[in-house]
């Protein structure tokens, strides 16, 4: 009789882990929507906070804006590793140029930190 029992409960949270499974994916399909909702609705609500009036919602406002700034944190992470490499190819492209350039910054700043450690 206690397997049966066990049997019986075990379906029972089996069923129940189911159950909380599809709630999860439910709960995160949710939040996925609601980040992608006011990630484009940041910059209309950013404006009366730019102003200092007060916008319904100022608490959901700030998860907006954590948003915006980590898109805006990635975007130019983006645009940096893009220069980075147009850089490279450049330099490869005239390398003694490239020399010749960092040899003369080099003089430059070298003169310029002289001339201000001189008593």
Known sequence: ???RTQDKELDALKAEMANLREELAGLI???TKS???KANGTHAEAEP???GQESPGEE???HGAWL????TINSSRIQ???VVKDFAAEVERHPLLAVMVAFGLGYV???VWYKENKP
């Open 1 to 3: 009789m206690t397997e």
């Open 29 to 31: 399909a949710g939040l």
């Open 35 to 37: 980040a992608g909702t």
């Open 49 to 51: 906070a730019a102003t």
């Open 60 to 62: 959901e406002q700030g």
């Open 68 to 71: 915006d700034y980590f898109q």
């Open 80 to 82: 940096g590793e893009k």
């Open 109 to 111: 700043i070298a003169k």
